[in-house]
């Protein structure tokens, strides 16, 4: 569908029998918070593949409402910009500047654009990198030399950017893969009709086909006319050199990846018949390997629509899934095959197979592994040893073995992937001479390094630890230590074990470093400023507490800067986001680190701290269920329980009151926020923003919810807010997006509450915001969302007790 959109905030407030209506101007938050909101986001870096260079890109301030509500196509779960052919969300960055590691040159990418600049990619052989340029009217390939910093166009504006990254380097550095516009097409895209022709019809099958709720779908013709014209695309070779060669036919190519010997081309491409039910990337699809004239070498799978795979977490399709080339070098395709159907009702002591296919294709594949739970990928050695991990979402089960060349198979660690406690880390990778992503691993092979989080009841402390993969031995070469959180970017030298991190205290911003196991001297890469100082006289303290069921919590606590507790008591703010368990140890594990820098940006409930309020960030809300129980058959008490012991104790320190506590939260934070205001009497307000509430609207599944409404319809009923609306009888705000993309999320969900809380005599206001999605961009938008906030927990929170703070 087409959309133009109106400009202005819709606000409708029900107050007992009183409704109000207005579209009014967007209004800005208070100036402590319109200043840091108009600052520039820290830069992020790029490390080159030879670790001799960083790429600083810098980013821009929140866009204006102009752009972000600017007319879009929503086609098959994805929303275009007509006007470039690109996806309708640019954003991108405003400058690139080279800066040396082991030196001190630094050198600004010398371009013609100030805006619109893609993620930069590095070519194998790290002399230069390129990056998309969306302008007014298409996309257009520039690639930089690092040696000069010089950066010059490869193509017109007419890259076809609407699924994905358009371009991928050849192995060899001398060019990229690309998909653009096809010409010729018609300089207009089709027409939709402004008088029908008839009905839209379909009919079922009646063979089950579940699915859940999906936004921006195809629904008519007339779609499917302007998907074809905007998703076919054209497979295109740049040279450095400026040449330029068509590969193969025009197709809706969703990918073109050249082998790691730069041999053959791994092509897959979307055909009829399309689906009103499901997003693209369940579309019949074929996967096939192209020679560089885009002659046909070998077709893996022709793969049939996708809209009767079940809903659970753990099926998957029929047929081959996750085909890549191996990353270690040649041409092998490797992929895994479901042998139960993937279904995971159906008893299977192998779930999946995983395979491999070497050039040229013709013989039979080899079986690489055989996995009692799902295929989760294959990480490579530059030796040929192969670390396959499998996953099952229902158990939080999670295995890695290593395959040896001979075929020879290990179990490196048997996981559970909620247990932040025991997570060994990952395998830092680097890249090969071709440009793959392989393990990185002593110049002999015998020991990959693994980087992790490091979460402890001490919060989060990352480390880099040196495993033995023929003994799994692991040394632990370094951890970070108070009152610091830095964390491993890439290691720079496996012999010296010298590595960039980046480092952040409380009071210093996150920066680039230099560290070698066993010196304290640091060489520091970055010097970026505090970005909002405004903020540094907040304090913050990672507080741990217990539910009344024995159940660990913990939050972080902010103050905002020259409180004292003499003043008395701050009104406070709890904003949270439930998660689900399967086990009690899991659940009660502390998240977060007490030394991270924290500066507000964005939509932030944080920037509450600068109106005078405290702020409970994150209080963990675990859903669990333990062995044969499902976590949501007791969500709302559990909910109700990890609540009323944030509260607790934040008044057990002496810095809040009961009766000045409002509660909020985004998307599954809005639906907890509703429901614990229809279910306790703990908080005086509510804010809910881009949340579900009727769960009857998402039948057939939710969050992590894997039964449909009609095998438990006592729980879809219990969980939604929707069915105690007349239970709410606190204020409650709601925001939300106009055009919300999120599963689920539907606006239709906030106009029926809002409806229900107003029918039933509650107190609610609910905010339109047009051109928004989700989560929201818009300058605009993002400052009357904060205004709304303020406004809201002022009227309703801030004066409702008798034991304030002194302003």
């Given at each position: 569908?087409?959309?133009?959109?109106?400009?202005?905030?819709?606000?409708?407030?029900?107050?007992?029998?009183?409704?109000?209506?207005?579209?009014?101007?967007?209004?800005?938050?208070?100036?402590?918070?319109?200043?840091?909101?108009?600052?520039?986001?820290?830069?992020?870096?790029?490390?080159?593949?030879?670790?001799?260079?960083?790429?600083?890109?810098?980013?821009?301030?929140?866009?204006?409402?102009?752009?972000?509500?600017?007319?879009?196509?929503?086609?098959?779960?994805?929303?275009?910009?007509?006007?470039?052919?690109?996806?309708?969300?640019?954003?991108?960055?405003?400058?690139?500047?080279?800066?040396?590691?082991?030196?001190?040159?630094?050198?600004?990418?010398?371009?013609?654009?100030?805006?619109?600049?893609?993620?930069?990619?590095?070519?194998?052989?790290?002399?230069?990198?390129?990056?998309?340029?969306?302008?007014?009217?298409?996309?257009?390939?520039?690639?930089?030399?690092?040696?000069?910093?010089?950066?010059?166009?490869?193509?017109?504006?007419?890259?076809?950017?609407?699924?994905?990254?358009?371009?991928?380097?050849?192995?060899?550095?001398?060019?990229?893969?690309?998909?653009?516009?096809?010409?010729?097409?018609?300089?207009?895209?089709?027409?939709?009709?402004?008088?029908?022709?008839?009905?839209?019809?379909?009919?079922?099958?009646?063979?089950?086909?579940?699915?859940?709720?999906?936004?921006?779908?195809?629904?008519?013709?007339?779609?499917?006319?302007?998907?074809?014209?905007?998703?076919?695309?054209?497979?295109?070779?740049?040279?450095?050199?400026?040449?330029?060669?068509?590969?193969?036919?025009?197709?809706?190519?969703?990918?073109?990846?050249?082998?790691?010997?730069?041999?053959?081309?791994?092509?897959?491409?979307?055909?009829?018949?399309?689906?009103?039910?499901?997003?693209?990337?369940?579309?019949?699809?074929?996967?096939?390997?192209?020679?560089?004239?885009?002659?046909?070498?070998?077709?893996?799978?022709?793969?049939?629509?996708?809209?009767?795979?079940?809903?659970?977490?753990?099926?998957?399709?029929?047929?081959?899934?996750?085909?890549?080339?191996?990353?270690?070098?040649?041409?092998?395709?490797?992929?895994?095959?479901?042998?139960?159907?993937?279904?995971?009702?159906?008893?299977?002591?192998?779930?999946?197979?995983?395979?491999?296919?070497?050039?040229?294709?013709?013989?039979?594949?080899?079986?690489?592994?055989?996995?009692?739970?799902?295929?989760?990928?294959?990480?490579?050695?530059?030796?040929?040893?192969?670390?396959?991990?499998?996953?099952?979402?229902?158990?939080?089960?999670?295995?890695?073995?290593?395959?040896?060349?001979?075929?020879?198979?290990?179990?490196?660690?048997?996981?559970?992937?909620?247990?932040?406690?025991?997570?060994?880390?990952?395998?830092?990778?680097?890249?090969?001479?071709m440009g793959s992503r392989v393990i990185q691993t002593s110049a002999d092979g015998r020991y990959a390094f693994l980087s992790g989080t490091g979460a402890s009841e001490e919060g989060d402390r990352p480390f880099l630890d040196r495993y033995e993969l023929a003994t799994g031995n692991i040394t632990r070469l370094w951890r970070s230590s108070a009152p610091y959180y830095?964390?491993?970017?890439?290691?720079?030298?496996?012999?010296?074990?010298?590595?960039?991190?980046?480092?952040?205290?409380?009071?210093?911003?996150?920066?680039?470093?230099?560290?070698?196991?066993?010196?304290?001297?640091?060489?520091?890469?970055?010097?970026?400023?505090?970005?909002?100082?405004?903020?540094?006289?907040?304090?913050?303290?990672?507080?741990?507490?217990?539910?009344?069921?024995?159940?660990?919590?913990?939050?972080?606590?902010?103050?905002?800067?020259?409180?004292?507790?003499?003043?008395?008591?701050?009104?406070?703010?709890?904003?949270?986001?439930?998660?689900e368990f399967r086990t009690a140890d899991a659940a009660a594990q502390v998240v977060g680190s007490p030394y991270r820098f924290t500066r507000p940006s964005g939509s932030t409930h944080l920037f509450l701290l600068l109106a005078g309020y405290g702020v409970l960030d994150n209080p963990t809300m675990p859903i669990l269920g333990e062995g044969d129980a499902e976590p949501?058959?007791?969500?709302?008490?559990?909910?109700?329980?990890?609540?009323?012991?944030?509260?607790?104790?934040?008044?057990?320190?002496?810095?809040?009151?009961?009766?000045?506590?409002?509660?909020?939260?985004?998307?599954?934070?809005?639906?907890?926020?509703?429901?614990?205001?229809?279910?306790?009497?703990?908080?005086?307000?509510?804010?809910?923003?881009?949340?579900?509430?009727?769960?009857?609207?998402?039948?057939?599944?939710?969050?992590?919810?894997?039964?449909?409404?009609?095998?438990?319809?006592?729980?879809?009923?219990?969980?939604?807010?929707?069915?105690?609306?007349?239970?709410?009888?606190?204020?409650?705000?709601?925001?939300?997006?106009?055009?919300?993309?999120?599963?689920?999320?539907?606006?239709?969900?906030?106009?029926?509450?809002?409806?229900?809380?107003?029918?039933?005599?509650?107190?609610?206001?609910?905010?339109?915001?047009?051109?928004?999605?989700?989560?929201?961009?818009?300058?605009?938008?993002?400052?009357?969302?904060?205004?709304?906030?303020?406004?809201?927990?002022?009227?309703?929170?801030?004066?409702?007790?008798?034991?304030?703070?002194?302003?």
């Amino acid at each position: 569908m087409f959309i133009n959109r109106v400009i202005l905030v819709t606000t409708v407030l029900a107050v007992g029998a009183s409704p109000l209506v207005a579209q009014d101007r967007y209004l800005d938050p208070p100036d402590a918070i319109a200043k840091i909101l108009d600052q520039p986001l820290t830069p992020i870096a790029s490390l080159s593949p030879d670790g001799q260079w960083l790429l600083l890109m810098t980013r821009p301030t929140l866009p204006p409402i102009a752009e972000v509500a600017a007319p879009d196509e929503r086609l098959a779960g994805v929303r275009v910009n007509p006007r470039t052919n690109g996806s309708a969300f640019v954003g991108g960055f405003t400058g690139l500047v080279l800066r040396q590691v082991n030196g001190n040159v630094e050198r600004p990418v010398r371009t013609e654009a100030t805006e619109g600049i893609g993620t930069p990619s590095w070519s194998p052989d790290a002399m230069h990198f390129a990056f998309t340029v969306t302008g007014e009217n298409g996309i257009t390939l520039w690639v930089a030399d690092v040696a000069s910093g010089e950066a010059r166009a490869l193509s017109g504006a007419d890259l076809n950017g609407v699924i994905g990254s358009p371009c991928e380097w050849l192995p060899d550095s001398s060019g990229l893969l690309c998909r653009r516009v096809v010409y010729g097409r018609p300089a207009v895209a089709p027409a939709r009709r402004t008088i029908p022709v008839g009905p839209i019809t379909e009919e079922s099958s009646g063979r089950a086909a579940p699915n859940r709720t999906y936004q921006d779908l195809l629904s008519s013709p007339e779609d499917e006319l302007l998907f074809d014209y905007y998703f076919t695309s054209q497979v295109t070779y740049y040279g450095l050199d400026a040449s330029r060669r068509d590969i193969g036919s025009p197709a809706i190519h969703t990918r073109a990846d050249p082998s790691p010997d730069g041999r053959y081309i791994l092509v897959e491409r979307i055909h009829r018949p399309y689906s009103y039910h499901v997003p693209l990337y369940r579309f019949p699809s074929v996967i096939e390997v192209w020679d560089f004239n885009g002659g046909l070498v070998h077709s893996l799978a022709d793969l049939p629509l996708q809209e009767e795979v079940p809903t659970s977490f753990d099926a998957v399709p029929v047929g081959p899934r996750s085909v890549s080339w191996r990353a270690d070098g040649g041409a092998t395709l490797v992929w895994a095959e479901a042998k139960d159907e993937g279904d995971p009702r159906n008893a299977a002591d192998i779930r999946d197979e995983v395979y491999a296919l070497a050039a040229p294709f013709s013989g039979t594949p080899r079986v690489l592994a055989e996995l009692e739970f799902r295929y989760g990928g294959t990480d490579w050695t530059a030796g040929g040893t192969a670390l396959v991990t499998e996953r099952w979402r229902k158990t939080r089960q999670e295995r890695i073995w290593m395959v040896q060349p001979d075929g020879a198979a290990r179990l490196l660690f048997d996981l559970v992937s909620e247990d932040r406690y025991n997570d060994p880390g990952s395998p830092l990778m680097t890249s090969t001479k071709m440009g793959s992503r392989v393990i990185q691993t002593s110049a002999d092979g015998r020991y990959a390094f693994l980087s992790g989080t490091g979460a402890s009841e001490e919060g989060d402390r990352p480390f880099l630890d040196r495993y033995e993969l023929a003994t799994g031995n692991i040394t632990r070469l370094w951890r970070s230590s108070a009152p610091y959180y830095e964390r491993v970017i890439a290691l720079l030298d496996p012999a010296r074990q010298r590595f960039v991190t980046l480092r952040e205290s409380v009071d210093e911003p996150p920066n680039y470093f230099i560290r070698q196991v066993g010196q304290n001297r640091l060489t520091q890469l970055t010097r970026f400023p505090d970005p909002a100082p405004e903020f540094a006289g907040v304090t913050k303290e990672l507080i741990t507490y217990t539910r009344n069921d024995g159940v660990q919590l913990s939050a972080t606590l902010y103050l905002p800067e020259g409180y004292t507790k003499a003043q008395g008591t701050l009104p406070f703010l709890l904003w949270a986001y439930p998660r689900e368990f399967r086990t009690a140890d899991a659940a009660a594990q502390v998240v977060g680190s007490p030394y991270r820098f924290t500066r507000p940006s964005g939509s932030t409930h944080l920037f509450l701290l600068l109106a005078g309020y405290g702020v409970l960030d994150n209080p963990t809300m675990p859903i669990l269920g333990e062995g044969d129980a499902e976590p949501n058959d007791t969500y709302v008490e559990q909910l109700v329980a990890s609540a009323q012991a944030a509260v607790d104790k934040i008044v057990e320190l002496g810095v809040a009151d009961r009766n000045r506590i409002g509660i909020g939260g985004h998307s599954y934070g809005a639906f907890m926020t509703a429901n614990l205001l229809a279910h306790s009497d703990i908080f005086q307000a509510g804010i809910a923003r881009s949340g579900a509430y009727n769960r009857s609207l998402t039948p057939f599944g939710f969050q992590a919810e894997e039964r449909t409404y009609w095998e438990r319809r006592d729980i879809y009923t219990r969980m939604s807010p929707f069915t105690y609306a007349d239970r709410i009888n606190e204020p409650i705000l709601m925001i939300h997006g106009q055009d919300d993309n999120n599963s689920g999320t539907f606006p239709i969900q906030s106009e029926r509450m809002y409806a229900a809380i107003k029918g039933n005599g509650g107190k609610a206001r609910l905010v339109w915001l047009p051109g928004e999605a989700h989560g929201y961009r818009a300058r605009e938008s993002v400052g009357h969302t904060l205004r709304e906030m303020v406004d809201w927990m002022d009227r309703f929170v801030k004066n409702a007790g008798s034991h304030a703070a002194t302003p």
